[in-house]
RNA sequence: GUGGCUAUAGCUCAGUUGGUUAGAGCGCCGGAUUGUGGUUCCGGAGGCCGUGGGUUCAAAUCCCAUUAGCCACCCCA
């Protein structure tokens, strides 16, 4: 018999770690809540042509298929297996797939609900998902991701209220160091538009989206590659010296776009947005303009945000923007939506990383009871039946074992008190409570006991 | 998809130019302690040396194949 394993890229999550993760998600989904989002959840598997196209060629390749039930074989294209072609087969004995992110899902049941959905709609989602990628540091192929999006406003207030909301997550999971990062997609065609190539659009964005990571002359290496002129990269030149604080990019965009009637219209965007968001103030993050921010996904139309931690090991922790017709493939035409997503496992991975969980995030029980036989447990159950109705988590022993092997369960377990009730306890009706941290050891009455393990 | 590295106890790893019974730390179980965990001391269990083949009197060690994992590139959350 072979060893138990999992798929390469996904993982198993213990108590600790859940409780931790549901502490995560706790707070993800009060704030969204508070904001005046709703939730929804959409089906693990969708069709594939739903999902298809969507991503671009190489996000296509990412979506996992699932196999058709039954007789796939006598079904599949045979002109694709006699060519070798298994893209093309793939499509013949696969309809269905796993969800490749929420946001797509999220436009085909807005457009199949749409009679029945408020206006402006906002959602929240949080749900698993599943690439098809390389497993790496930080890198699954199944992961969690929390989605708020609105759709069917186009101001840009939302926009504004979504920093917020990344303000707020992030500070009440107390991430240190995080950045903001803004742009947007409009001043990204109007840099292309500048410089003569706006067909080149795509390859200008991927290529200048790397310049943080390996620097202006490889850049300028790939825009060559990628067969941009000469003339058009000197156009691009003023794009790689922009620095200087928001207000400073942002002027230096401006006069740089003046030409462009949509990279103005960008940059005005961008100047609402900091401003306003300025003027409230925040309570943690560091929001920063970078006009060399693209990100891959190829619908978004206008505002891009993205969420970096400073010496983070992992890369960016939270996306969005703004698409202006995503439902129009789905038949919805005209209806904008702006939104965001935060990789609750990456910020697992930071939290743990800096070592920064609170300490009550690891607990479960609060309170043990140690067994010490019959008579003493049948008290014990009556005051975990108080206890328990006052909201406290509490559990007893399951058997009178030693009390050795009793205590170790509740220090594995990270209880941090025990109630020790043996015959004496129970003949005097007073409880030995020990704080298993300190190691102290009072004694008071059944009714004192919520107090003094909550106090 | 390309290149490099690794595979030995539950985990992290030692293991000499090939040589007798493959070790350590941590963890686990038991005892010191049948009313006290974590700390300390003592003891114990746990291994087809990733898998298949080859070289050799002899292989964890050398060679080939295969599988899995890790790092970099590419791409991305």
Known sequence: MSKPSIPKGTRDFGPKEMVRRNWIFQTIRSVFER???????????????TLTGKYGEEGDQLIFKILNNGDFLNKADKDAIAEGDSKKLSFSISKKALRYDLTVPFARFVVMNQHALPRPFKRYQIQPVWRGDRPGKGRYQEFFQCDVDIVGSNSL?????????????????QIPNFNVVLNNRKVLAGIAEVANASEKLTDITVAIDKLDKIGEEKVKQELVNRGITEDQITALQPLFGMDGGNQA?????ASHLTDSEIGTKGVEELRYVI??????GLRSAN???DPTLARGLTYYTGAIFEVKVDDSPVGSICGGGRY?????IFGLKGMSGVGISFGADRIYDVLEHFNL??????????????????AEEHWCM???KDLRSQGLRAEVYPESSKLNKQMKYANDKGIPFVALIGSEELANKQITLKNMQSGEQTKLSAHDLFNAVRG
């Open 35 to 49: 904001f005046g989002f709703e939730p929804i959840e959409t089906p693990a598997m969708e069709n594939l042509a």
């Open 157 to 173: 207030l939302n926009e504004v209220e979504l920093v917020q909301i990344f303000d707020e997550v992030l500070s009440d999971l």
């Open 249 to 253: 990019v942002l002027n230096q965009l």
């Open 275 to 280: 401003e306003y968001v300025e003027r409230i």
């Open 287 to 289: 929001v920063k303009i």
């Open 324 to 328: 202006d017709d995503l439902t129009g």
């Open 357 to 374: 969980f609170p300490k009550e995030a690891g607990i479960s029980t609060e309170l043990l009871f140690a067994n010490f036989g019959e």
């Open 382 to 384: 009556e005051i975990l």
